[in-house]
């Protein structure tokens, strides 16, 4: 090639690697081709029109297209690894390419990072979740104080805090709060109770829906004498605060969550109202695939809801009771005038 057609890099900031090689090949032969025909909007992206794989390599910060190449080819395996949480892997993944914990592995989630999926990933693999999720972070991955709540590392958050005291009321682009974040995992989350205690102590209000579903009845009272229509409001996932209060935590027994159940109910809120994110499950279904009391079961029908309501799965409230082993529960609906649907398996 001449040295008219060689031009400087101009790239300000990388680019994301996404799991589609051939995609990036077809890349550098059009560019060669687009280069080549004197497309001077291309040749300003190329450095040696002939090495154009090279110029694709470059504006992903990558030195080589051997090890761009490399790269690629680590995306899927990483992905795997990452749900439900392979640490080894991982880390032997990362100590390889670190710039893999700033790519985007999901073909069909352009912008979204490895932190972000492992950060809301299925909390019975939290611990291995934990873990992957600190490394991410110490190979680069940016971590704001809503992520690294959801992700349940509580020494991050104590240390953000500690150098930004304004970041309690951070929000990501969700409007979601670092509180809600932490505190809308529903399983065993210790780490994410820790966070939501943490958030408290430095002054943080509490957020309605995870008191709603912590048991805070002083603090549900206040907020809907003030605004009755937080009942009737949904959480910026699209659940109602009826889905969190039948989804107790830290409730000893009945008293507490039928109270704040009952709060809801007189205050409108909807009692057959779908989770968009589990199956689009109403409050009655997770009295038998959660923990919920069936007091709280006879609040529900009281305000109107069907015993027998189906789900995304077509499985009724009993079908869930059946399936977690909740025989109380279970009894309780069938006495009810519960009935399963004939869609269980098993």
């Keep these: ?166 970041l309690i009321n951070a929000r990501d682009s969700a409007g979601r709060s670092a509180m809600y974040r932490a505190g809308c995992v ?22 309605f829906f995870v008191a709603c579903t912590f048991g805070m009845v002083e603090e549900v009272e206040k907020a809907l004498a003030e605004d009755p229509s937080l009942a009737k409001g949904l959480d910026p996932d699209g659940m109602t605060s009826l889905h969190w209060a039948i989804r107790h935590r830290r409730c000893d027994g009945p008293q507490r969550p039928v109270a704040i159940t009952r709060l809801l109910l007189e205050a409108g809120v909807d009692v057959n109202a779908p989770n968009p994110t589990e199956e689009q499950m109403q409050a009655i279904h997770h009295c038998g695939e959660w923990a919920a009391f069936v007091e709280q079961v006879d609040l529900l029908l009281e305000y109107g809801a069907d015993i027998n309501a189906a789900a995304g799965n077509d499985w009724t409230p009993l079908d869930y009771a059946m399936d977690r082993g909740r025989q109380e529960m279970a009894s309780h609906l069938e006495a009810r005038g519960g009935r399963v649907s004939g869609k269980l398996s098993g």
């Design 186 to 207: 529903f399983g065993i989350f210790h780490e994410g109770e820790a966070i939501v205690d943490l958030l408290l102590e430095r002054g943080a209000e509490p957020d």
């Design 1 to 166: 090639m001449t040295a008219t057609l060689e031009r400087k890099i101009h790239v300000t900031t990388p680019l994301p690697l996404r799991p589609n090689l051939e995609q990036y090949q077809n890349q550098a032969k059009d560019l060669l081709r687009a280069a080549t025909s004197g497309d001077d909007a291309e040749l300003e992206r190329i450095h040696i029109l002939a090495d154009a794989q090279l110029a694709i390599a470059r504006e992903h910060s990558i030195t080589s297209w051997s090890r761009f190449k490399r790269l690629i080819g680590l995306l899927e395996p990483f992905r795997a690894a990452l749900y439900p949480g392979d640490a080894d892997a991982v880390r032997a993944m990362l100590d390889e390419a670190p710039e893999l914990a700033v790519c985007e592995p999901w073909p069909g989630a352009p912008g979204y990072k490895p932190i972000q999926g492992v950060s809301s990933g299925c909390v019975w693999h939290r611990p291995q979740q934990m873990q992957v999720a600190g490394m991410l972070a110490d190979a680069g991955a940016e971590m704001d104080i809503t992520i690294a709540a959801r992700a349940g590392l509580v020494e991050r958050v104590r240390h953000m805090l500690d150098a930004d005291p304004s």
